[in-house]
């Protein structure tokens, strides 16, 4: 059964706020992006490291830096414990997979560090797709 | 009583199309040399797990250098680099390696790269063949389009994380964290010539049309690629390998595309048998 958007927005907000990895480089991890998994979208919010809000019903003209956008099949994929090869990472599935990656990515480029970080933390968390 | 590892560091000063580099190599063992190129933006340390295996140093001479820009290699002594951009091509490269192997007077040595350093290796089979016993191209192919990026230097982000976590995924998830934290680590070291580097890999790097020229009586080439490698996928170098005559493939499985730094308990279980191939055929 699929998690309700409400309780993966929790579940990712409590397993970002405490990561070790994320806590150790926290200040200006600062931006707002949107995943896009087909059937569910949200914006997470970032506020020096914390996770300030997550919009889990955005409207047309919600604002974000950048967005990773997938099926949710890839976005299953990415949040299996140990994910099939071409399915472990934001460059590997925009190369070899569906993955697109939009708007201002110098915003994710300067972030990388924890974002990937961040997004990684779906093979613990799972998706809501 | 104090650790030492038994591996040495030592500089020697080759010049190559009239750049003079003061070139710093680490080395262990004794026999057969096996001299190891780092990847792209990064340095010799890549090879640590193998320069201190017993099970290899025993039989094989291991020298892991610096590329000139890289780790303890400084830029050109005698030029003033910082006014020209820095974009490696396949002929200084190569240039580069024969004049740091004449430099040690070694005899036959087996050549194996990693990434830009496989596909060095495969130019090296194709145009110095009777200057290397064979050669190991890991994480290589013909071609390596793509990563020629301006984001690896790019002045509104912090280039040493840019490039570290940009290669993380090139890493398989099954890898030790501390042997993958590791290579991030080493990746945040070499920003600034990380971009020129891959000019060599993506841009002037593209032997399309020429592999079956590659003479593997006089030079075997045993490619091998991890299962996790986006960049240089696994269907990459299989197609690599198959145009060239007697060409070996080997795929490793839950590896990724810097296997001797991610995980090298895992990487040597390959390498032994690629040692073992070219034993049997040299």
Not at chain 1, 44 to 73: C, H, Q, W
Not at chain 1, 76 to 104: C, Q, T
Not at chain 2, 199 to 222: A, E, K, M, W
Request: aromatic share 12%; net charge negative; with cysteine.
């Amino acid at each position: 059964m699929v998690m309700s958007l409400r309780d993966w927005a929790v579940r990712f907000s409590e397993a970002s706020d405490r990561d070790a990895t994320i806590g150790a480089m926290a200040k200006y991890f600062t931006c707002t992006y949107m995943w896009d998994m087909g059937t569910a979208k949200v914006i997470v919010e970032m506020i020096d490291g914390k996770v300030y809000r997550i919009n889990t019903d955005p409207r047309p003209l919600d604002a974000y830096d950048f967005a990773l956008r997938a099926s949710p099949a890839t976005w299953r994929e990415f949040a299996r414990p140990v994910p099939e090869p071409m399915y472990h990472g934001i460059w590997a599935a925009s190369f070899r997979r569906d993955l697109k990656i939009e708007g201002n990515t110098l915003v994710m480029m300067q972030n990388l560090r924890n974002f990937t970080v961040q997004f990684e933390l779906l093979r613990k968390v799972g998706v809501p797709v | 009583m104090a650790k030492h590892s038994p591996v040495i560091g030592r500089y020697v000063t080759i010049d190559v199309d009239g750049y003079e580099y003061k070139v710093f190599y680490l080395r262990n063992g004794q026999g057969q040399p096996l001299v190891c190129q780092h990847t792209a933006g990064c340095h010799n340390h890549q090879w640590r797990g193998l320069l201190e295996d017993e099970a290899i140093t025993r039989d094989y001479d291991v020298i892991a250098y610096d590329l000139a820009r890289h780790g303890k290699s400084d830029p050109p002594h005698n030029r003033e680099w910082w006014k020209e951009e820095y974009l490696l091509t396949a002929d200084h490269y190569m240039k580069f390696v024969v004049a740091f192997c004449d430099a040690l007077e070694l005899k036959n040595p087996i050549f194996m790269g990693s990434s830009f350093g496989g596909n060095l290796a495969l130019q090296l089979a194709l145009h110095h063949p009777d200057r290397f016993r064979a050669v190991i191209p890991v994480e290589a192919a013909e071609h390596a389009p793509g990563f020629f990026l301006d984001w690896w230097r790019h002045p509104h982000a912090n280039a040493a994380q840019v490039c570290a976590s940009g290669v993380w995924d090139l890493m398989a998830p099954q890898s030790p964290d501390q042997d993958r934290w590791l290579t991030w680590h080493y990746y945040t070291q070499g920003s600034e010539v990380f971009r020129g580097d891959l000019y060599f890999y993506s841009i002037d790097h593209d032997l399309r049309g020429q592999l079956g020229n590659i003479d593997t009586r006089r030079c075997p080439v045993i490619m091998m690629t991890g299962t996790y490698d986006y960049l240089t996928p696994p269907e990459a170098t299989e197609n690599t390998a198959r145009q060239i005559p007697g060409g070996i493939y080997i795929e490793m499985e839950d590896i990724g595309h810097f296997p001797m730094s991610e995980n090298y308990p895992l990487f040597a279980v390959y390498l032994r048998e690629a040692l073992r191939i070219i034993e049997e055929r040299t």
